[in-house]
């Protein structure tokens, strides 16, 4: 059972321009809604959060938006950066900081 | 400073061994995690310990066995190890209560021949 969905496998952004990454979840019990950032033999990085009684949180260049009804959430990068290239993985969080992460989409930031 | 580091970095062996893998973090974190990134790029919570209790324990074989020494360590042991264990292991840490802002090591790819 796939509670949390990347279905964009990869995305190509040219510098400065906005990335929009997305994500799907069919478990309504997730409290959390968070992006975490992952550099090829290392871990993930804790990037953004949002409550699932808010619908959007701003972090810089970083903006995660929720849609609490259609169960969607993404993650705008602006303006990208080389730098920002990466895995980007979505998660769910619920009880006991327990996260159920997305497949991850690969960011591609050319310059 | 390395924050969540894990020994070994990678680590091949033959099916039926057993083996270790060892995460310690220097966060003073409460909450330390076990998570698996299969060959399809999930990564999937084993286990949480906060305090060295089991608070997580997911549907994970019994071969898998968390031990928590003290609350700075939380390492992975593996019994008969089969070829479907092969994947990368995560370990991480986070304040307490447990939290889902993760500190994340760097992983141990393990490889079962």
């Known amino acids: 059972d796939q509670q949390v969905k990347q279905n964009s496998p990869s995305l190509s952004v040219q510098e400065g321009r906005i990335s929009i990454l997305n994500c799907d979840y069919t478990n309504s019990m997730f409290d959390y809604f968070l992006w975490y950032k992952k550099y090829p033999a290392e871990g993930p990085t804790f990037l953004i959060s949002i409550s699932s009684i808010k619908d959007k949180n701003e972090d810089g260049r970083f903006t995660v938006f929720l849609n609490k009804s259609a169960k969607h959430l993404s993650l705008h990068i602006v303006p990208s950066q080389p730098g920002d290239s990466a895995v980007y993985f979505c998660a769910g969080g619920t009880s006991y900081g327990k996260l159920t992460f997305g497949q991850g989409t690969i960011l591609t930031v050319h310059p | 400073d390395t924050a969540v580091s894990q020994t070994p970095k990678y680590l091949v062996t033959q099916m039926g061994n057993d083996k270790s893998i060892k995460c310690e973090q220097n966060l003073g974190h409460d909450t330390m995690y076990w998570y698996k990134q299969d060959s399809k790029k999930f990564l999937k919570i084993m286990f949480s310990y906060n305090n060295k209790e089991l608070i997580i324990n997911e549907t994970v074989p019994n071969r898998f066995s968390p031990k928590s020494p003290d609350k700075a360590h939380l390492n992975l042991h593996i019994n008969s190890l089969e070829l479907g264990d092969s994947a990368v292991y995560f370990c991480?840490?986070?304040?307490?209560?447990?939290?889902?802002?993760?500190?994340f090591g760097p992983g141990t790819r393990l490889t079962v021949t």
């Open positions: 991480a840490s986070s304040q307490d209560p447990p939290s889902y802002e993760q500190y």
